[in-house]
């Protein structure tokens, strides 16, 4: 079995009740995802991407053409328990509270009860829900319900996650925290195909895309290879001075191209964050007990999401090898002493190790050689979101070291064992 | 199994906590006692009883018959309408597990309401006695013909076509045969009045009913019976004088080693009453004799209506009885899970209720309906009995099988009328609804068509 997912002229036709009409949904789609790759499937409203995972559930018919899954199809019970499904919107029942609604869906894995309890509880503290598990699903906010029916995907610990619009109705510290999520499951060995048409999503965790209009496949491919302007270079620098610009100018007039020069933009994502946190910690001088489990719960992810994996996967990756990634090195930590596995992820995923200089982001000046998009480094800015959550979680960093710290050896144990 | 049963407890889950349980729950609780003060019948301890039992039961059956269509319906239909069923059916259940867990829980939820409600009527009817402090007499009457079930020595058919044949064919000859109407109607006229006539006595005339292989007895029989006359007394009361023995006493007067009971009554017209005989009247060899014999002082002929008498014995408890009672509406209950079910297969809610509702009520008054085609003309009989008739045969007939119809007179509902009942209403039709739903269900596209 080469692939997790393959298509065969996968064709979803949909006609009106004489039969006419066609409206051609999914055109001979052939899709393939790869074992172990973060798949993105893109296009706009009504293109064919939840259609297209819909036929691969089983949960419509293929007009012509098949879906294979796993080496199987949909509606099999064997593939159906390596699988992880998060649908277009959380539909959950609203009348169950947070922990019976794992519960249901670890019962219906056949989950021996002492397990579905521990996953229970890894998964709600993975989603930061604990607080409220006890109350029902329809009292819920829709990002509640999203990281419920997000918790409801992983509970089987499944090999291939599809996720349907995942950052629908998250704030952009859930978002970030789902994205870090897929990252981290990709590094677990685990298959994601993910459907979006919120590019940014996308763009920062996938591995290839294919991009789907009118039903058909565009444009499909590696991301960096689709992205990457290969006649451009950037240069990221520390505020230095006017008379060395000029210098790095001359230099590059000498090799006949032009160049910019500009302060970069900070993400509106990061700029967010930031923001909440600082009010964070402002509500905790004053009172804010609530607010502050709640938040502190799931800015946490890194503890938390370590916890759930480590127990979700029987035979988890080998941890040592992070730290040790070339890429970590060349990361300067913003704040904190230990190497931050999601920085070094990030930075790997954006693929331009070179271009993540350790500086502080705030006092940089950006050089771009020829006119620029205003394509920021990624690198960077996720450089700044890790500081900005190193900061938030700064309050309760002892404790959520030594956590981490326990899970790393016990994530040796369970590898050496 | 472990799918179906997480299906199931969600299921009931849903049930009362989106509160369509909830409602009739709260209904029957408030209903139920009230009922067993407010019902009093005729007056008697006997009347309130019956009264009570056969309102309290019909009430909790037609209520959990309501709930068990919305219910059954309601938690498919709104998995598939609220896309629930995205989430639940990719993970590894099929989908003939999904409805099987959706028709447990439904059942389950069934049998816990059921259980409930029919533990409360049956503690209401067992201390109403006490309750209301009931005489003595009124004691021995409701246990007699309440607190008990009995079960009937079957009447013998008369055997009359040789008299129907005799006498058609003296009209025919006498050419007195009416000409607008078919043979077939005139010889039921025939048969019907020379039945009649067989049930009539003279003044001073006996008729005498035998029965064989009648079992011992440990408890007295009861004869229950209605005076028709043809010219009503002044106080409206006859005399009757009745025996019960040895067939061989009875018919030719021979020794009889057991006693023979042998009384005279008064009793008012058109009225049920009962009389009580001593069990020790049943021969050894089991032929046994009922005889009445129209006294002279009466001055009138005494005509028994078709069902004007029945011989009964206690052959059971009201308990046993009331326990059969209640698996006869879970039976019901079963079967409308199951049209639910397969109803919300492939309707949407509203259309699926109205169709469940339809059925549900055809199969409330079948005995009815199927009757009332009897008396349509020939020609629109026949299309009728090729069409709604065949439909209506299929479905269960409730008012046939109505527990009340047994719990009031305290007949008996033997464990094989159960069974009967349950293979053909559950066992067969029930399953049919269902292995339908299952492959409607097994084949149908789950999600909405979206684009």
């Known amino acids: 079995?080469?692939?997790?997912?393959?298509?065969?002229?996968?064709?979803?036709?949909?006609?009106?009740?004489?039969?006419?009409?066609?409206?051609?949904?999914?055109?001979?789609?052939?899709?393939?995802?790869?074992?172990?790759?973060?798949?993105?499937?893109?296009?706009?409203?009504?293109?064919?991407?939840?259609?297209?995972?819909?036929?691969?559930?089983?949960?419509?018919?293929?007009?012509?053409?098949?879906?294979?899954?796993?080496?199987?199809?949909?509606?099999?019970?064997?593939?159906?328990?390596?699988?992880?499904?998060?649908?277009?919107?959380?539909?959950?029942?609203?009348?169950?509270?947070?922990?019976?609604?794992?519960?249901?869906?670890?019962?219906?894995?056949?989950?021996?009860?002492?397990?579905?309890?521990?996953?229970?509880?890894?998964?709600?503290?993975?989603?930061?829900?604990?607080?409220?598990?006890?109350?029902?699903?329809?009292?819920?906010?829709?990002?509640?319900?999203?990281?419920?029916?997000?918790?409801?995907?992983?509970?089987?610990?499944?090999?291939?996650?599809?996720?349907?619009?995942?950052?629908?109705?998250?704030?952009?510290?859930?978002?970030?925290?789902?994205?870090?999520?897929?990252?981290?499951?990709?590094?677990?060995?685990?298959?994601?195909?993910?459907?979006?048409?919120?590019?940014?999503?996308?763009?920062?965790?996938?591995?290839?895309?294919?991009?789907?209009?009118?039903?058909?496949?565009?444009?499909?491919?590696?991301?960096?290879?689709?992205?990457?302007?290969?006649?451009?270079?950037?240069?990221?620098?520390d505020a230095i001075s006017d008379t060395a610009i000029e210098k790095i100018k001359q230099l590059i007039q000498d090799e006949d191209a032009d160049c910019v020069v500009t302060s970069p933009m900070e993400k509106l994502e990061t700029f967010f964050i930031k923001t909440v946190a600082a009010a964070q910690q402002q509500l905790q001088t004053i009172s804010g007990a609530v607010s502050t489990t709640k938040i502190g719960g799931f800015l946490a992810p890194e503890a938390a999401t370590e916890n759930i994996l480590d127990k979700l996967v029987s035979t988890p990756v080998s941890q040592e090898s992070l730290p040790e990634s070339p890429t970590t090195e060349k990361v300067v930590p913003v704040e904190s002493p230990t190497p931050e596995p999601d920085e070094e992820l990030l930075s790997k995923l954006t693929g331009s190790a070179e271009l993540s200089q350790p500086e502080p982001v705030f006092r940089d000046e950006k050089v771009t050689t020829q006119p620029a998009e205003s394509e920021a480094p990624q690198a960077e800015q996720e450089q700044i979101d890790k500081s900005i959550l190193e900061k938030l979680t700064g309050r309760s960093r002892p404790q959520g070291q030594d956590e981490e710290q326990t899970d790393k050896s016990q994530a040796g144990d369970t590898g050496d064992g | 199994m472990g799918s179906i049963w997480a299906v199931a407890i969600n299921t009931i889950k849903q049930a009362l906590r989106m509160k369509v349980a909830a409602v009739f729950l709260i209904l029957l609780l408030v209903l139920l006692p009230v009922m067993g003060f407010s019902a009093t019948g005729d007056g008697t301890l006997k009347g309130r009883l019956q009264t009570f039992v056969s309102y309290g039961l019909s009430l909790t059956s037609i209520l959990l018959c309501l709930l068990t269509i919305i219910i059954s319906i309601y938690s498919v239909t709104s998995d598939i309408e609220q896309r629930q069923i995205y989430t639940v059916i990719t993970k590894p259940i099929r989908r003939f597990q999904f409805l099987l867990g959706k028709l447990l829980g439904v059942v389950l939820l069934d049998v816990i309401l059921l259980s409930l409600f029919s533990a409360i009527i049956y503690t209401i009817t067992i201390y109403t006695p006490q309750f209301f402090n009931a005489t003595e007499i009124e004691r021995i009457q409701a246990n007699n013909e309440f607190f008990t079930a009995r079960a009937a020595l079957a009447i013998p058919a008369v055997d009359v076509s040789q008299e129907v044949k005799e006498r058609y064919e003296q009209l025919e000859r006498s050419r007195e045969l009416p000409e607008d109407i078919s043979y077939k109607e005139i010889i039921a006229e025939l048969t019907a009045q020379q039945q009649l006539a067989k049930r009539a006595a003279d003044i001073g005339q006996v008729l005498v009913w035998e029965f064989n292989n009648v079992e011992p007895l440990d408890q007295s029989m009861f004869i229950k019976f209605k005076y028709d006359v043809a010219v009503n007394p002044p106080d409206m009361q006859v005399y009757g004088r009745w025996f019960v023995g040895d067939y061989q006493y009875i018919k030719y007067g021979t020794q009889s080693k057991t006693p023979v009971y042998d009384r005279i009554h008064k009793h008012s017209v058109r009225d049920f009453h009962e009389i009580e005989i001593p069990a020790e009247v049943v021969p050894e060899h089991g032929h046994l004799a009922v005889a009445f014999q129209n006294v002279p002082l009466n001055n009138t002929v005494i005509i028994f209506p078709p069902d004007g008498i029945e011989v009964l014995y206690k052959s059971d408890t009201f308990t046993g009885n009331f326990v059969r009672a209640v698996l006869l509406i879970l039976a019901r209950l079963i079967f409308l899970a199951c049209l639910g079910i397969l109803a919300s297969t492939f309707l949407s809610f509203p259309v699926a209720i109205l169709l469940c509702l339809f059925l549900f009520s055809t199969a409330s008054f079948s005995g009815f309906v199927i009757e009332s085609f009897g008396y349509l003309s020939v020609n629109i009989g026949k299309i009728y009995s090729y069409t709604i008739k065949w439909i209506i045969q299929l479905l269960p007939q409730f008012d046939k099988f109505n527990p009340t119809k047994f719990l009031v007179p305290a007949r008996l509902l033997s464990w094989s009328l159960l069974a009967r009942c349950v293979a053909v209403m559950v066992c067969i039709k029930a399953f049919l609804l269902l292995v339908v739903a299952l492959i409607i269900f097994s084949y149908r596209e789950i999600a909405k068509i979206t684009v």
């Open chain 1, 1 to 237: 079995m080469e692939y997790a997912v393959e298509t065969f002229s996968l064709t979803k036709i949909f006609s009106d009740w004489w039969g006419r009409a066609k409206v051609y949904a999914v055109d001979d789609l052939n899709l393939q995802v790869r074992y172990n790759e973060v798949f993105g499937l893109l296009g706009p409203n009504g293109s064919g991407k939840t259609t297209t995972l819909k036929m691969l559930l089983g949960l419509l018919h293929p007009t012509k053409g098949r879906a294979l899954i796993l080496g199987g199809d949909g509606t099999d019970s064997k593939v159906n328990s390596r699988i992880g499904f998060l649908p277009e919107e959380s539909y959950l029942y609203r009348y169950l509270n947070a922990r019976e609604t794992l519960d249901f869906y670890g019962r219906l894995f056949g989950l021996p009860p002492k397990v579905r309890k521990m996953r229970i509880e890894a998964l709600l503290d993975m989603v930061g829900l604990k607080a409220v598990a006890n109350r029902p699903i329809g009292t819920f906010s829709k990002g509640m319900a999203r990281r419920i029916g997000l918790a409801q995907a992983l509970i089987n610990d499944p090999d291939l996650l599809i996720l349907d619009e995942p950052t629908t109705g998250l704030d952009p510290i859930g978002t970030r925290q789902i994205k870090d999520l897929i990252l981290k499951l990709a590094e677990r060995g685990k298959t994601v195909l993910l459907c979006s048409h919120l590019l940014a999503d996308v763009e920062d965790v996938c591995d290839r895309i294919a991009i789907l209009y009118g039903g058909k496949i565009q444009n499909q491919g590696q991301v960096r290879d689709l992205l990457q302007q290969t006649n451009k270079r950037q240069i990221t620098t």
